[in-house]
């Protein structure tokens, strides 16, 4: 699956969109971004905490950098080098396990850009 982002540090809910995936007799399902400088992770989606986190995100790695000489996104890798490129979520009765205000979160970090993620039922 594609999606874009609109801007350069971004954090958007993609928990419907694997749902959408969900097979019937998946017992976990695997989220993978296959880029250098996105993630995702678990965390809860409440409008300040998604603007605390992309603050945190852009202040996080902040500096000059070896890598900066190439394309100037060294800030993006060294930060989703902490976060990953991947989650497996378990899966019951059709439905991801997740607790009451966790959600599956995309997390851009050299946008806007376009992104795939891949969703494979396990």
Known sequence: ???????????????????????????????????????????EYEPHLIKDMERFFSELAQGSWEHDIIDNNAYAHLVSSLIKPSLVVPV????????????????????????TIYIKNL
């Open 1 to 43: 699956m594609k999606i874009k982002t609109t801007k350069p540090i971004q954090i958007l809910d993609i928990t419907a969109l694997v749902e959408q995936h969900l097979e019937p007799d998946a017992n976990a399902v695997l989220i993978f971004v296959p880029h250098t400088t996105a993630a995702v992770t678990i965390n």
């Open 92 to 115: 019951e009765n059709g439905r991801l396990v997740l607790g009451t205000w966790q959600r599956i979160l995309f997390i851009e970090l050299d946008g806007p850009r376009t992104r």
